[in-house]
């Protein structure tokens, strides 16, 4: 089967580092997303990693390895507005997404 | 561009009625998606389009449900008749095969209610 394992809920505290981990299993392998939906909002596209190694884009890193298939996104310098559900999905040869179940990140004051 | 516009945004209806909710996707994108979204379930895949052709629709619960995307602009997901257990928030999405690194974009859902 297909699956994807991330974290239910990660809480840290406001300007501090979090890293939101994702493992999959995937029959067909053509990139990883993260993708970022606040309470009552629509999921938003963060980033995407196609080959192995770290894109960053302001305070989100993203990484990939495909040969342990394993990704993560890095959240710098948090603020109360990261409170929100990350999640990973992986792109299969179908052309569709595979998705995680989310992880509810939880900033403290 | 004015990004993924869904319509209505919110509809509460009777069990047994007809439900129709309309999505209007990003100019150029040529793959359409509708997924479901619920607590228990998350995010379910519901049906996708490529260039307005139904490509896979294992997702759709039962016949109860039908899409579809008679343009480029314009798809419905369609529930006749409703039941309780369809309230779920519903969200079309498009993107472009030719531009991977630009993702999903979402629309802003529609909150389906059936009471």
């Known amino acids: 089967g297909q699956s994807l394992e991330q974290p239910s809920e990660v809480t840290a505290v406001e300007g501090a580092i979090v890293q939101i981990n994702c493992t999959y299993q995937?029959?067909?392998?053509?990139?990883l997303s993260w993708y970022q939906q606040h309470d009552g909002g629509a999921p938003t596209f963060l980033s995407y990693?196609?080959l192995d190694g770290l894109e960053e884009t302001g305070r989100f890193s993203s990484f990939l390895s495909r040969s342990d298939s394993y990704g993560y996104l890095l959240l710098q310098e948090l603020q109360m507005k990261d409170s929100a559900s990350y999640f990973c999905?992986?792109?299969?040869?179908?052309?569709?997404?595979?998705w995680g179940a989310g992880t509810k990140l939880i900033i403290k004051p | 561009d004015a990004g993924v516009i869904q319509s209505p945004r919110h509809e509460v209806t009777e069990m047994g009625q007809e439900v129709t909710l309309r999505c209007k996707p990003i100019?150029?994108?040529?793959?359409l998606f509708w997924y479901r979204q619920t607590m228990m379930r998350g995010l379910e895949l519901l049906i996708y389009?490529?260039?307005?052709?139904?490509?896979?629709d294992s997702g759709m619960p039962e016949d109860r449900f039908s899409a579809k995307m008679p343009n480029a602009s314009f798809s419905t997901l369609k529930i006749q008749p409703s039941e309780p257990r369809d309230s779920a928030v519903y969200f079309c999405?498009?993107?472009?095969?030719?531009?991977?690194?630009?993702?999903?974009?979402f629309g802003s859902g529609t909150r389906l209610t059936v009471v």
């Open positions: 995937t029959s067909g392998f053509y990139g």
């Open positions: 999405a498009s993107s472009s095969r030719g531009h991977p690194l630009l993702g999903y974009t």
């Open positions: 100019s150029g994108h040529d793959y």
């Open positions: 999905a992986v792109r299969d040869s179908n052309y569709q997404l595979i």
């Open positions: 389009f490529n260039n307005n052709v139904p490509i896979d």
């Open positions: 990693n196609g």
